[in-house]
């Protein structure tokens, strides 16, 4: 019994971790997860393409947890293999989660859809994307369950979530030219200072009115100001990109930072992002907005 399925990467409108609002929107870059399942077997083992040394402890569980709810308790293999980098504030755990879920899905034979109504969907891709949160949970790699981040990953669009409670407040779609920079250092959410991300709700209140007003591209970049000095980043990589962009902000918990350009924006160029960003260490990586999120291939 064997599996595939992707899931997409994500940018920040607004960081969760100082109120449990949080939002996130899907971006064209992918993580694939392969899982062949053994039912004379109960052990999950992992491996992730990228680094062999990686914890593969999440994916795991994720296999984990889908065959309990839905399988068998088979056991198997997971691997993943990604086009988003690992701790760079673009949503590889929640990617990699989602991506795997629904690969044990496939291997079960599960249909996925949307609609909690239909008789042929087995399971919707919300109900799995509480799965991985779960095991995100679990496995200690989030703070705040990271709903937003797994549900833009899942769904495509922008995700707006409490994730106090895994509810998803609203979702559109959006179209967007995205331009991120990756510094070469690593950022693990799980690392992340809570207080000093608390100490600044007032803030994030703000974001979150923003976003729920579909003022997004305004949302990320006070949000990135924001988060930036309550995290100790630099805030000039925001700065220098908003005279050209819609939108920039800190992804996540960082390092990397993500600008935006609405293509009804007559001022946003990120051409010219790009040459601003141009002499900084790290990597530069043009995509765009994604609204259908993660499937099984």
């Given at each position: 019994?064997?599996?595939?399925?992707?899931?997409?990467?994500?940018?920040?409108?607004?960081?969760?971790?100082?109120?449990?609002?949080?939002?996130?929107?899907?971006?064209?870059?992918?993580?694939?997860?392969?899982?062949?399942?053994?039912?004379?077997?109960?052990?999950?083992?992992?491996?992730?393409?990228?680094?062999?040394?990686?914890?593969?402890?999440?994916i795991e569980r994720c296999v984990a947890l889908a065959v309990d709810r839905w399988g068998d308790s088979e056991g198997g293999t997971v691997r993943t293999d990604s086009d988003v980098p690992l701790a760079a504030g673009l949503k590889s755990s929640s990617?990699?989660?989602?991506?795997?879920?629904?690969?044990?899905?496939?291997?079960?034979?599960?249909?996925?859809?949307?609609?909690?109504?239909?008789?042929?969907?087995?399971?919707?891709?919300?109900?799995?994307?509480?799965?991985?949160?779960?095991?995100?949970?679990?496995?200690?790699?989030?703070?705040?369950?990271?709903?937003?981040?797994?549900?833009?990953?899942?769904?495509?669009?922008?995700?707006?979530?409490?994730?106090?409670?895994?509810?998803?407040?609203?979702?559109?779609?959006?179209?967007?030219?995205?331009?991120?920079?990756?510094?070469?250092?690593?950022?693990?959410?799980?690392?992340?200072?809570?207080?000093?991300?608390?100490?600044?709700?007032?803030?994030?209140?703000?974001?979150?009115?923003?976003?729920?007003?579909?003022?997004?591209?305004?949302?990320?970049?006070?949000?990135?100001?924001?988060?930036?000095?309550?995290?100790?980043?630099?805030?000039?990589?925001?700065?220098?990109?908003?005279?050209?962009?819609?939108?920039?902000?800190?992804?996540?918990?960082?390092?990397?930072?993500?600008?935006?350009?609405?293509?009804?924006?007559?001022?946003?160029?990120?051409?010219?992002?790009?040459?601003?960003?141009?002499?900084?260490?790290?990597?530069?990586?043009?995509?765009?907005?994604?609204?259908?999120?993660?499937?099984?291939?």
């Amino acid at each position: 019994m064997e599996g595939r399925a992707a899931a997409l990467g994500a940018g920040t409108v607004l960081n969760a971790l100082a109120t449990g609002t949080g939002a996130a929107f899907g971006i064209d870059v992918e993580t694939r997860a392969t899982v062949a399942l053994d039912s004379d077997s109960d052990a999950v083992d992992g491996m992730i393409a990228e680094d062999a040394d990686a914890d593969t402890e999440l994916i795991e569980r994720c296999v984990a947890l889908a065959v309990d709810r839905w399988g068998d308790s088979e056991g198997g293999t997971v691997r993943t293999d990604s086009d988003v980098p690992l701790a760079a504030g673009l949503k590889s755990s929640s990617a990699a989660a989602n991506a795997t879920v629904l690969a044990t899905c496939d291997a079960l034979g599960l249909t996925i859809g949307d609609d909690p109504d239909d008789p042929s969907v087995d399971v919707t891709r919300l109900e799995a994307c509480r799965l991985g949160v779960r095991a995100a949970r679990e496995a200690g790699v989030t703070v705040t369950g990271a709903f937003d981040d797994a549900a833009a990953s899942m769904l495509g669009g922008i995700a707006v979530t409490d994730n106090g409670s895994d509810e998803l407040r609203s979702r559109d779609p959006v179209d967007w030219d995205v331009l991120v920079w990756t510094p070469p250092e690593r950022a693990y959410t799980a690392d992340a200072d809570v207080g000093r991300c608390e100490a600044i709700a007032p803030m994030a209140d703000l974001v979150a009115d923003l976003a729920l007003d579909g003022r997004y591209a305004e949302a990320m970049t006070v949000n990135g100001l924001a988060f930036s000095a309550a995290l100790g980043f630099d805030a000039d990589p925001a700065v220098e990109a908003m005279p050209h962009a819609s939108g920039v902000s800190l992804s996540g918990t960082g390092p990397s930072v993500v600008a935006v350009a609405d293509p009804t924006d007559p001022d946003a160029d990120l051409d010219a992002v790009a040459d601003a960003w141009g002499d900084r260490p790290g990597t530069l990586r043009r995509t765009t907005t994604r609204n259908d999120g993660a499937a099984v291939e």
